[in-house]
């Protein structure tokens, strides 16, 4: 499984930068698409997910300026960020959830995509 994320760059204290990225596989195994982002020196921070047949859940600190949607028919999904502040910029890394049947036995497993970088300087 792949994912190919794309959309980062520089954008001033205020704008809007859009997101997105691909998976390499058929959405029915998907079970959750989602972001995480990771700045220098600090852990990774999960702001978030679509979750099949639950919907969007986004953490506190991006709610209300995030968007993000999946496109089922194309495995994508998206993060529309907006009212961007100095403290998002980050590595942006996609990831998914996806379910597994191995001879019987049912597992999830969590696949990366490489981080794009986002940076919020005037």
């Known amino acids: 499984v792949q994912l190919q994320a794309s959309g980062g760059g520089l954008v001033e204290p205020g704008g809007s930068l859009p997101l997105s990225c691909q998976a390499s596989?058929?959405?029915?195994?998907?079970?959750?698409l989602g972001w995480y982002r990771q700045a220098p020196g600090t852990q990774r921070e999960w702001v978030a997910g679509?979750?099949?047949?639950?919907?969007?859940r986004y953490a506190d600190s991006v709610k209300g300026r995030f968007t993000i949607t999946r496109d089922a028919g194309k495995s994508m999904v998206y993060l529309q960020m907006g009212s961007l502040k100095a403290e998002d910029s980050a590595a942006y890394l996609c990831?998914?959830?996806?379910?597994?049947?191995?001879?019987?036995?049912?597992?999830?497993?969590?696949?990366w995509g490489q981080g794009t970088q986002v940076t919020v300087s005037s």
């Open positions: 679509v979750t099949t047949g639950v919907g969007e």
């Open positions: 596989i058929d959405n029915s195994n998907i079970t959750v």
């Open positions: 990831y998914a959830a996806v379910k597994h049947d191995s001879g019987g036995r049912l597992y999830t497993k969590i696949y």
